[in-house]
């Protein structure tokens, strides 16, 4: 099971929640933060959670292809995500040149329209992953399974 934190948190209140969370991930638990990148404050909750899954901002996805202070930050996430053992997820992929730079910085895991509408539906995640699979060979989540 995985809990997504987007909600940014008084400074004070880190402590007392990593506290309650430490039971649950001893036995499983995985904590996903949402928004990473969107400012300070989401990497500052980033350091003091130790989440297992990184969610990059949408906003550092879009035009990624074309920025090159993007690319050098995506990259600079690559690595602190390999170094503190955390998965990375590439939020709000919307066009080829993103889903390929993304590829490119060694990013494996993402998700956005490009990939995959959102749907409740199963069968339309199933046609989606198919889909994604015939045009691309990324590794990574369609729709909201992300």
Not at 38 to 63: C, H, T
Not at 100 to 112: H, N, P
Not at 120 to 142: C, F, I, M, R
């Amino acid at each position: 099971m995985v809990i997504e934190l987007t909600e940014r948190l008084a400074e004070d209140e880190y402590a007392p929640l990593v506290a309650a969370l430490a039971p649950l991930r001893q036995r499983g638990l995985r904590v996903a933060v949402d928004g990473a990148g969107a400012g300070f404050g989401s990497m500052s909750q980033v350091k003091q959670l130790s989440p297992d899954i990184i969610k990059l901002d949408r906003n550092m996805i879009a035009g990624i292809d074309r920025g090159a202070g993007q690319q050098t930050l995506g990259a600079a996430m690559v690595e602190f995500s390999r170094q503190i053992g955390a998965d990375l997820v590439a939020e709000g992929i919307e066009t080829q040149a993103e889903l390929s730079s993304v590829m490119e910085l060694g990013m494996v895991t993402g998700q956005g329209y490009l990939l995959g509408r959102p749907s409740v539906q199963p069968l339309d995640w199933a046609a989606w992953h198919t889909a994604a699979g015939e045009k691309t060979s990324v590794s990574g989540s369609a729709g909201p399974a992300a």
